[in-house]
């Protein structure tokens, strides 16, 4: 069966939605093609049916698992050895499951988190490179608000990442309504956010082991207390706040509640693993760490 090739950084999702529009295929003919038996329809952002695709593609599991998903992103919220065992579950198994805890890291009810997200200079460069436009990974990740290649603010669409590949949802970039949003934080501010979320996608970094203790590092030689004892105004929190600004940490669902020691990148540093939203969490407070470090 012919298949299309990812494009660079293409969520698998994406390139389901090719698939189908270069088929003729609604989702749920693509997914029985794929996969045989199968009566459902695929997720724009769960890695599903890797291996179908690896054979389709001729690529490797392990290359579409870290170059064309979330996983990377998901990871940094898992210790390695967790890591290593869901990236094994995830190659062996064709169905979807929910180990991933999408919800968590996508919240619904958070408007900046939750909609398919695009670049219009992407698109266009998208359509003049390959003829035809995609859905990037790195505009659908949390903190992810501008561009990192262009710097321009992302227009946002009406569809959920959470949502499947419903016949309604089978559309790319040129076939989507967006708005466009204005976010309360500066352009530097932003593009470091989003160039943070870029790094982190790396794989040999991408697990909480690595990242807490890097955090950990950096904090102490910024001079920052983390410990639990101080109960007064931490000086952590405070620069924290100032440098995002409380309005975006709103709009990203991670406000902070107080400026003691009990605040939440505070208590990262100890170690603490909050339910909701742990890899943007980690990556703000990389972000806040690395900006510090340049003003030294
Ligand atoms: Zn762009």
Known sequence: MYFPQPYPDELLGSLFIRACHHLGLTPRMLIAALSEGSDSVPSFIYPGLIAAVARHTGMSAHELLWEHTVFPHISIALDSARRDVLEAQILDSNAPGSSLRLQSTFPPHIEALTFRRSCEVCQRHDRATWGEDYWHR??????VLVCPIHGSPLSISHVPLLAQITKEHNRLPHEVDFDRRRWPASEPTLRDLASEVK???????????????SCQNAATS???EYGARAKSVNRLAIEFEHYFGSRLLEELGLPLLTRSSDAWPVEL???????????LRLILLRSFLLASAAQL
Do not use: F, K, N, V
Request: glycine share 8%; proline share 9%; hydrophobic share 35%.
């Open 138 to 143: 790195i505009h659908a990740l949390p903190g």
């Open 199 to 213: 790094a982190a996608l790396r794989c040999e970094t991408s697990a909480w082991d690595y990242c807490l203790r």
């Open 222 to 224: 910024r001079g920052y």
């Open 269 to 279: 540093l100890r170690g603490r693993r909050p339910a909701m939203q742990l890899p």
